[in-house]
């Protein structure tokens, strides 16, 4: 069986990553999958792993933070997109289309229509959510408005909920590895906080670390990510914050923390929880962006802004044996979750 998988954005990160951990749970299986981006993106993180990728125009509207400008332009490049994409299907003499999210979901679905071939839709927002539907069967990942509101969407094909398929090393690190790598401030007798909002620093999780770090001293404050921008570096240039900036060993840093301040995307927090660690989101930390994550992972999620972090996070250590105990009963559904979507994967695609 050959599948191609159909992916949104430059290749970078997030739905990147998403697909890339859908590839190694097909290939644990024996399910041959190759990538698929639009000619534009430079694929980065699928260069990084010295992976080649196919290339057809897969046009994107914005995600959740699509507008009607944006739906219409990306729907005038949807036609020919969808062309070119059902040609590409045929010429690999492709089996199957997984569409991952967004442009990757709507042109890997509709291209696979036109070419008579079976597809899966890895839907997250609302407009791959409802052409997914219509076209073949489907899986919700969380941020998707039909994960909590399934009974409101109706289609003639099978729709099942899909937690998002992590890398299995990320539950195996080892906090023994990266003692040696902290600075002097590091103190193992005290609890440990981490603050990200992924590879990249945004300025609202940078300023939810300083806000913390001012008013508390007694636990340890870890922060990651690349600055955004030179700016940033000023708002976290303060003696409470232990600033790793962009790291490789995150796994290892998930094992040393006790809890995670993190923002409300499906990939990261999906990570943190399988770790078992509890999680405080920051809302709106990535241009406004809102999924409501805590409702799916409740008792083991809250919610915060940049004004309230404090007292958000305090409630957050006072409250941790409930939380904890609540991201062990999630964490393992999302340690299946690879399997749950390969067994989905190899129903349809015969």
Same mark, same amino acid.
């Given at each position: 069986?050959?599948?191609?998988?159909?992916?949104?954005? $430059?290749?970078?990160?997030?739905?990147?990553?998403?697909?890339?951990?859908?590839?190694?749970?097909?290939?644990?299986?024996?399910?041959?999958?190759?990538?698929?981006?639009?000619?534009?993106?430079?694929?980065?993180?699928?260069?990084? $792993?010295?992976?080649?990728?196919?290339?057809?125009?897969?046009?994107?509207?914005?995600?959740?933070?699509?507008?009607?400008?944006?739906?219409?332009?990306?729907?005038?490049?949807?036609?020919?997109?969808?062309?070119?994409?059902?040609?590409?299907?045929?010429?690999?003499?492709?089996?199957?289309?997984?569409?991952?999210?967004?442009?990757?979901?709507?042109?890997?679905?509709?291209?696979?229509?036109?070419?008579?071939?079976?597809?899966?839709?890895?839907?997250?927002?609302?407009?791959?959510?409802?052409?997914?539907?219509?076209?073949?069967?489907?899986?919700?990942?969380?941020?998707?408005?039909?994960?909590?509101?399934?009974?409101?969407?109706?289609?003639?094909?099978?729709?099942?909920?899909?937690?998002?398929?992590?890398?299995?090393?990320?539950?195996?690190?080892?906090?023994?590895?990266?003692?040696?790598?902290?600075?002097?401030?590091?103190?193992?007798?005290?609890?440990?906080?981490?603050?990200?909002?992924?590879?990249?620093?945004?300025?609202?999780?940078?300023?939810?670390?300083?806000?913390?770090?001012?008013?508390?001293?007694?636990?340890?404050?870890?922060?990651?990510?690349?600055?955004?921008?030179?700016?940033?570096?000023?708002?976290?240039?303060?003696?409470?914050?232990?600033?790793?900036?962009?790291?490789?060993?995150?796994?290892?840093?998930?094992?040393?923390?006790?809890?995670?301040?993190?923002?409300?995307?499906?990939?990261?927090?999906?990570?943190?929880?399988?770790?078992?660690?509890?999680?405080?989101?920051?809302?709106?930390?990535?241009?406004?962006?809102?999924?409501?994550?805590?409702?799916?992972?409740?008792?083991?999620?809250?919610?915060?802004?940049?004004?309230?972090?404090?007292?958000?996070?305090?409630?957050?250590?006072?409250?941790?044996?409930?939380?904890?105990?609540?991201?062990?009963?999630?964490?393992?559904?999302?340690?299946?979750?690879?399997?749950?979507?390969?067994?989905?994967?190899?129903?349809?695609?015969?």
């Amino acid at each position: 069986m050959k599948l191609l998988i159909f992916v949104t954005g $430059r290749g970078i990160g997030g739905d990147a990553v998403t697909a890339y951990n859908i590839l190694k749970a097909l290939e644990s299986k024996n399910i041959s999958a190759k990538i698929v981006l639009d000619p534009s993106a430079p694929g980065y993180y699928f260069k990084k $792993r010295n992976m080649s990728w196919l290339k057809t125009p897969i046009p994107s509207a914005g995600g959740h933070a699509a507008s009607k400008s944006s739906l219409f332009k990306a729907g005038l490049k949807t036609i020919k997109a969808v062309i070119l994409g059902s040609r590409l299907i045929k010429k690999e003499k492709a089996d199957g289309v997984i569409g991952v999210i967004g442009g990757g979901s709507v042109i890997g679905c509709l291209s696979a229509k036109l070419a008579h071939v079976p597809a899966i839709g890895v839907v997250a927002t609302p407009t791959d959510t409802k052409i997914s539907l219509k076209c073949n069967p489907t899986l919700l990942l969380p941020e998707s408005p039909a994960f909590t509101h399934k009974d409101d969407y109706v289609s003639n094909y099978e729709i099942q909920k899909q937690y998002s398929p992590i890398k299995m090393d990320i539950i195996h690190g080892d906090k023994n590895n990266i003692l040696d790598k902290l600075p002097k401030k590091y103190d193992a007798n005290k609890k440990s906080i981490l603050f990200a909002s992924g590879s990249t620093l945004f300025d609202d999780m940078a300023k939810a670390a300083r806000n913390y770090a001012q008013e508390n001293d007694d636990v340890n404050i870890f922060l990651i990510g690349a600055p955004l921008h030179e700016g940033i570096n000023k708002i976290i240039d303060h003696p409470n914050i232990i600033n790793l900036g962009y790291i490789n060993y995150i796994n290892d840093l998930y094992d040393l923390v006790d809890l995670a301040v993190i923002t409300d995307d499906g990939l990261t927090l999906h990570e943190t929880i399988a770790c078992e660690i509890p999680v405080v989101v920051v809302i709106g930390v990535k241009y406004g962006r809102y999924h409501g994550l805590s409702r799916v992972f409740d008792g083991a999620v809250i919610e915060s802004n940049v004004d309230n972090i404090t007292s958000v996070v305090n409630k957050a250590l006072n409250n941790y044996d409930s939380m904890k105990e609540a991201t062990t009963k999630y964490a393992k559904d999302i340690i299946k979750a690879p399997e749950d979507l390969v067994e989905f994967v190899e129903k349809y695609m015969k």
